[in-house]
Nanobody, 128 residues
Framework: EVQLVESGGGLVQAGGSLRLSCLAS????????IGWFRQAPGQEREGVAC????????NYADSVKGRFTISSDNAKNTVYLQMNNLQPEDTAVYYC?????????????????????WGKGTLVTASL
């Protein structure tokens, strides 16, 4: 059974930091790309960052570049999202998701609708 389990959410003051974890199981980790997404109340789900596990290639939304870092620990089947300088507009439920990419060419992110598996999310709240 495929599972993606997020952890690490919580309440921080503006300017603070959190590290989210996504523990994956039930599939061959190295054959997937893992992404972090977020959804604030009344808004659409948006991509935050993604990483191709096989080659470590990363991509970020413009809104988080320079503040968030995505990384993976392949030995632990875990992807992390380090979030620094959190602001109230970062408040959302954060989800991790996995997309199969067992191909010879580099991963190309095409949107949340392309992801194959989703976790249940973890709430991040940044207050003034």
């Amino acid at each position: 059974e495929v599972q993606l389990v997020e952890s690490g959410g919580g309440l921080v003051q503006a300017g603070g930091s959190l590290r989210l974890s996504c523990l994956a199981s039930g599939f061959t980790f190295e054959h997937y790309a893992i992404g972090w997404f977020r959804q604030a109340p009344g808004q659409e789900r948006e991509g935050v960052a993604c990483i191709s596990i096989s080659d470590g290639k990363t991509n970020y939304a413009d809104s988080v570049k320079g503040r968030f870092t995505i990384s993976s620990d392949n030995a632990k089947n875990t992807v992390y999202l380090q979030m620094n300088n959190l602001q109230p507009e970062d408040t959302a439920v954060y989800y991790c998701a996995a997309q199969y990419w067992g191909y010879s060419y580099s991963y190309v992110y095409t949107g949340p609708e392309s992801m194959d598996y989703w976790g249940k999310g973890t709430l991040v709240t940044a207050s003034l």
